[in-house]
């Protein structure tokens, strides 16, 4: 599988790279985030194959893993990839 | 201090009741905190310097009890867009239907056009810079209230806090447990915003059994605006309730008096699970805007952030000039016993007193 992941522009990158234990293993993703502007949030559900990239944000690190190849993805989702936080990850095939 | 009332929430907070405000509205966190109970604040839309102002007003009024901060940490991120990207993405038709609502229902222009320059998404470099506020202030308690907060579990326990999570399915809650969590909130399907799809009376005995043996401790959340709530909640299993719809009409509220006279007169079928508001799914209170886009004529709902911005200025301009017939707000199903503007003290008062009044007749039974 080729990578998605387009080269970190954000300062808030602390590290990124390709974890190769990560590379082809499905997963789900629990999804969603603030509504920017509002006091709302919302929740979306992701499906697919982790691309083994990551990204690190912050000291703690905050990791984040791309995930392409989506067989579940919100209606109208118009990406071919999303990066899922870690700690909101589901490995499938464990 | 014993009682059915006092848990293993009470413990970890020194706290008389285990009853939690999760409110946007500072008044509200200080007065159910010195009436007893825990406030946890949100403050997902407000920026760091704003959170520390926050935390500073409320600590100079609770002389010393804990409270909390809740943010929104983003679980998943596709690629930004800028504004003008986005804006050209809603096709000419929903603008067309947008404009028919507002003529139909003659809503007025908001006072200020809605900052969509704030629209884009929510980035981790902002997430990130209002965590640091939360950690350099040491506040008791941070609350996730979407993401999961396993990455920050170590820095925060290290400077002495506290970590909650809200879930809203049961795998959820198994990560934050096993991660260490400090407290579960179960969110079930009744409860106002982005709630799940479970049920309350069905997640809450589910994380309470994923959580037992753990020193992870379950609160209730959804729907829960009485004292059999918070009775049945202690029942299933939970250490406590989470509390949002209750606090709205609070005396202390500042939420605007005709939207808080529309939240009283509102019953639990008034509230709408819908993504017709910001494109995802989540439990507002029904209004006009409800209505037309479940009408045959609606097109199709846009995928966020598109279909929020789209809704901004019919919401902006109905809190604007006050038109109770037309505003809406996150409310859970519990809403129909919110019914009179009571201040946060007899608010918990009456859910307390209501409590026992249940665990006393089953005693007598």
């Known amino acids: ?94 | 201090m014993s009682g059915p009332l006092h848990t293993q929430l009470c413990d970890k907070l020194g706290i008389e009741y285990p009853v939690v405000a999760f409110t946007h509205c500072k008044d509200v966190a200080v007065a159910v905190i010195n009436a007893g109970g825990f406030a946890v604040l949100g403050e997902a839309m407000h920026t760091p310097d704003q959170i520390a102002a926050d935390i500073k007003w409320i600590r100079d009024r609770i002389g010393g009890k804990p409270f909390g901060i809740d943010l929104v940490l983003p679980a998943s991120v596709p690629e930004e867009k800028t504004v003008e990207e986005l804006l050209a993405m809603i096709p000419r038709t929903h603008w067309d239907f947008e404009q028919k609502i507002k003529d139909k229902y003659e809503v007025p222009a908001p006072k200020e056009v809605p900052n969509l320059h704030q629209w884009g998404g929510l980035d981790h470099k902002r997430a990130l810079a209002q965590l640091d506020v939360v950690f350099d202030e040491r506040v008791p308690v941070f609350a996730s209230g979407l993401g999961s907060p396993q990455f920050l579990l170590d820095r925060a326990h290290q400077l002495g806090m506290q970590v909650w999570g809200l879930v809203g399915k049961p795998r959820q809650a198994k990560k934050q447990v096993d991660a260490g969590t400090d407290v579960i909130i179960a969110q079930g399907y009744d409860a106002a915003g982005h709630t799940g799809n479970i049920g309350t009376f069905s997640i809450v005995p589910q994380v309470v059994d994923i959580a037992r043996g753990s020193k992870t401790a379950v609160i209730a959340a959804g729907g829960v605006t009485t004292g059999r709530h918070l009775a049945a909640a202690l029942a299933l299993g939970a250490a406590g309730v989470w509390t949002g719809s209750l606090w709205l009409a609070s005396r202390e509220s500042d939420v605007n008096l005709q939207l808080k006279e529309r939240l009283i007169e509102c019953e639990t079928d008034d509230t709408m699970y819908s993504n017709c508001i910001s494109g995802y799914t989540m439990r507002t209170t029904r209004c006009p805007w409800h209505d037309e886009w479940n009408s045959d004529a609606a097109p199709e709902v846009l995928k966020p952030p598109l279909q929020m911005m789209l809704s901004a200025n019919y919401i902006q301009g109905s809190l604007d000039y006050q038109r109770k017939d037309l505003m809406t707000e996150a409310a859970g199903q519990g809403i129909h016993y919110v019914t009179e503007m009571k201040p946060a003290r007899q608010i918990i008062s009456d859910l307390v007193d209501e409590a026992f009044d249940v665990f006393d007749r089953f005693a007598a039974d």
Do not use: N
Request: glycine share 14%; hydrophobic share 30%.
């Open chain 1, 1 to 94: 599988m080729s990578s998605t992941a387009s080269q970190p522009t954000d300062a808030g990158i602390s590290g990124f790279g390709v974890d190769p234990a990560m590379k082809g293993r499905r997963a789900e993703c629990d999804g969603g985030q603030h509504i920017a502007g509002t006091k709302l949030s919302g929740r979306q559900d992701f499906a697919g194959t982790l691309t083994g990239d990551y990204r690190d944000y912050g000291p703690y690190p905050w990791r984040w893993y791309l995930m392409a190849e989506l067989t579940v993805k919100p209606a109208g989702y118009q990406f071919e990839a999303v990066w899922c936080d870690s700690g909101s990850l589901v490995l499938s095939d464990e």
